[in-house]
């Protein structure tokens, strides 16, 4: 079980949740948040959004009643599943993170790593908003640059001309447009609907160079060349 430390409102339907007792992540992990009381039969998948000092951090958005229960929860404990999943290839050099709407979540824990495994490293980011940004301020702390785009295509803003590892996470379309213009080192983070979290039902599986892979066990990070984007992507 996880304490709930404080579960902030960031912005529209969008919270911050903080919680004691979860071991740390690696980043592009996420935890399974299961509904107290029997409330919803299938937890919640919640990218972890940084993890220090025993306090873990989710991102999430109020998209259905799993979600619009947590977001009401101000304390309290929550019973949680992970980490799980296979998180993002640290990769030396130089890096771009990209991330669109809530696809900014497993960035910052992942940014900050990079930043710690490799103190001069060149770091940009590029965060896409629909409407408002929120949080861009805890990416400005080991980004050299930051790149911030409201209701536009943040693709459009990257350079992906450059000897760099790129790291995408958001909506699909845009994971897309980035696989499809990058030429190099690219890992994406996949976003499925999950049952199980471990691989067992079989419900997230994404079309691959190598076969069905399953979102939760064996990504969500995968390469970007390796995915099958045209197959229900």
């Known amino acids: 079980m996880a304490q709930i430390v404080s579960n902030e409102r960031i912005a ?19 935890l399974q948040v299961h509904i107290p009381d029997g409330a919803m039969l299938l937890p919640r998948p919640i990218s972890v959004f940084d993890c220090a000092n025993g306090f873990t951090r989710l991102l999430y958005r109020v998209v259905g009643k799993g979600t619009e229960y947590i977001s009401h929860m101000t304390g309290g404990e929550l019973c949680i599943t992970g980490p799980l999943g296979n998180g993002f290839p640290l990769d030396g050099g130089s890096a771009v993170l990209i991330g669109g709407g809530l ?37 400005r702390e080991f980004a050299d640059d930051v790149i911030v785009d409201i209701g536009g295509f943040i693709t459009d803003r ?19 447009t980035a696989a499809a213009r ?43 060349r390796d995915v099958l984007w045209e197959v229900g992507i």
């Open 12 to 30: 529209q339907d969008v919270f911050l949740l903080t919680l004691n007792g979860v071991p740390d992540a690696h980043p592009g992990q996420f």
């Open 103 to 139: 696809g900014i979540a497993p960035l910052r824990l992942l940014g900050r790593e990079l930043r710690r495994m490799e103190p001069d490293r060149s770091i940009t980011v590029a965060l896409g908003f629909g409407a408002e940004e929120f949080l861009t301020d805890e990416y």
């Open 158 to 176: 990257v350079d992906f001309a450059r000897n760099a590892t790129y790291y995408v996470c958001g909506p699909t379309p845009m994971m897309r």
């Open 182 to 224: 990058g030429a190099g080192r690219m890992y994406v983070s996949l976003e499925r609907r999950m049952a199980c979290g471990v691989g067992a039902c079989l419900a997230c599986s994404v079309a691959t160079r190598e076969g069905n892979r399953r979102v939760c066990r064996d990504g969500p990070v995968f390469d970007a």
